[in-house]
């Protein structure tokens, strides 16, 4: 067992960089993470209760799918530890078969059932986190997360992806104050669970230059180097797991878990998910929202994001030739109401009763908005282009190394080869929208205002895409 982050120098190390009073307070107290973490559950629960000098039982949240821990169910051994020191209440979630949403319904039901106890134990992957979160903060009580697999970067952070009118949304909750992630319990996970959060962690070298980009050009005011720098320090360690992870290798799950854990924590100190999230993850958002809306099952999260990523990259590397170009002094400024009534069509194709649309064109109508007035942001940065140019190279990795990455870790490159397979109209509306979704700025909002983001961009990046996959 290792408590493998030393959460205090943390502190000291944000504290004294040169951009860290504009930083989130880390209110993650504790990770516990290696071969026989759970034995420290006890403890961690009981030194919160009695920190807080709580009252009641502490509630275990879960959803209904079985978790394997030394070939034993899981959530049967952290019920009966437990029980041996204190009085529990099963908060179960969702249907036996089925996945769990975090809907306003299910929100609701958690909120609900959770209330009166003196901690919360969420033991389940990303969505039951997420809604863990939002019980802890409703009611301020501890929080506890057991996390089984390492599927997505946000067990780490204080925010939660959740669905508002059919959208998926990242909102403000809570810190956990303690994550235990015990290596029994990562080896016994779908394989696919941790592959998919080994390609989430591809976002890491595409999202940061999104988030330079918005705050060069007065979109966002938010970047930071200190944040950048933790998000991707262990980069190269965790691409040179990309072979073992599929083979559940211990160490190799324990250093992308590590990874992950680093790399919520840079998001929740940011005060924003963008340091590890941006184009290509609203275009795997997107898959998502069409394929529940339909009423089909959707595929892992980080596998999409994986996908979307060599997508962001091909991007990327089109603009950069644009703005090298001078770009800048021909950037377009869209008119409202046309992009109103462009938002709400793209979104009616998967959503008729135009719920979706409203609420995508509220948040993409601040970000026109900003646009509009962001002309001297525009032209200073247009002035000193070689050395934004140079440092927003820094930021990315090529398509090429990526899909290398994605391939040696067994990750889906291309969305056909996601379980299950996005279809192809389904992709191509997904990227072409996935700037009309949210008011972050993304490398699809700029080929949009330089005037190349058109339907035979979108074409030729998936085509390319196919290319460098190895697609017939």
């Not at 319904?105 to 059932?113: N, S, V």
């Not at 950048?228 to 083979?247: F, I, K, N, S, W």
């Not at 990259?313 to 109103?340: N, Y």
Request: glycine share 8%; proline share 4%; aromatic share 4%.
């Amino acid at each position: 067992m290792t408590d493998l982050f030393d959460l205090d120098a943390l502190r000291r190390r944000l504290a004294a960089a040169p951009d860290g009073a504009r930083l989130e307070r880390l209110g993650l107290q504790t990770v516990v993470l290696g071969d026989d973490a759970l034995a420290a559950l006890p403890q961690v629960v009981a030194d919160l209760v009695d920190a807080r000098r709580s009252e009641g039982p502490v509630g275990i949240l879960s959803d209904r799918t079985p978790k394997l821990y030394r070939s034993a169910d899981l959530l049967d051994h952290v019920t009966a530890t437990l029980a041996a020191q204190c009085r529990v209440r099963s908060v179960a979630l969702g249907t036996p078969g089925h996945p769990l949403h975090a809907d306003e319904e299910t929100l609701a039901k958690a909120t609900r059932d959770g209330e009166g106890a003196a901690c919360l134990v969420a033991v389940g992957s990303g969505t039951v986190a997420d809604i863990g979160k939002v019980v802890a903060a409703a009611h301020g009580m501890a929080y506890v997360v057991v996390q089984t697999a390492n599927s997505v970067n946000g067990f780490a952070d204080d925010r939660s992806v959740l669905l508002v009118n059919g959208v998926k949304r990242t909102t403000p909750t809570t810190w956990a104050d303690a994550l235990v992630i015990d290596t029994d319990v990562l080896v016994s996970a779908p394989v696919e669970m941790n592959v998919a959060g080994f390609a989430d962690l591809i976002a890491t070298f595409t999202a940061p230059a999104d988030w330079y980009l918005a705050t060069l050009l007065g979109m966002d005011d938010t970047y930071s180097p200190t944040v950048v720098a933790l998000a991707r320090e262990q980069g190269p360690a965790v691409l040179a797991t990309a072979p073992h992870v599929p083979h559940a290798d211990r160490a190799a799950l324990a250093q992308v878990a590590a990874t992950l854990t680093l790399s919520g924590i840079s998001m929740g100190i940011a005060g924003t998910t963008a340091p590890c999230s941006g184009m290509e993850h609203t275009v795997s958002h997107l898959i998502e929202m069409a394929t529940m809306q339909a009423g089909r099952e959707a595929a892992l999260h980080g596998a999409q994001v994986g996908a979307s990523s060599i997508v962001a990259a091909l991007l990327w590397q089109r603009v950069l030739d644009v703005l090298a170009d001078g770009g800048l002094s021909r950037v377009l400024v869209p008119d409202a109401a046309q992009a109103e009534a462009g938002v709400r069509a793209a979104f009616l194709t998967v959503d008729p009763s135009g719920q979706m649309g409203e609420e995508c064109w509220r948040d993409y109508s601040r970000k026109l908005a900003l646009w509009a007035g962001a002309g001297e942001r525009i032209e200073l940065a247009a002035r000193d282009w070689p050395v934004h140019d140079r440092a927003l190279r820094d930021l990315l990795a090529g398509p090429e190394a990526l899909v290398a990455a994605l391939r040696s870790a067994g990750a889906p490159v291309l969305f056909s080869e996601v379980e299950p397979p996005a279809d192809e109209a389904t992709a191509r509306w997904a990227t072409a929208s996935c700037h009309l979704m949210r008011d972050r700025f993304s490398v699809a909002d700029m080929a949009c205002f330089l005037g190349i983001w058109d339907a035979a961009c979108v074409d030729a990046l998936l085509s390319d895409a196919a290319a460098l996959g190895g697609a017939t």
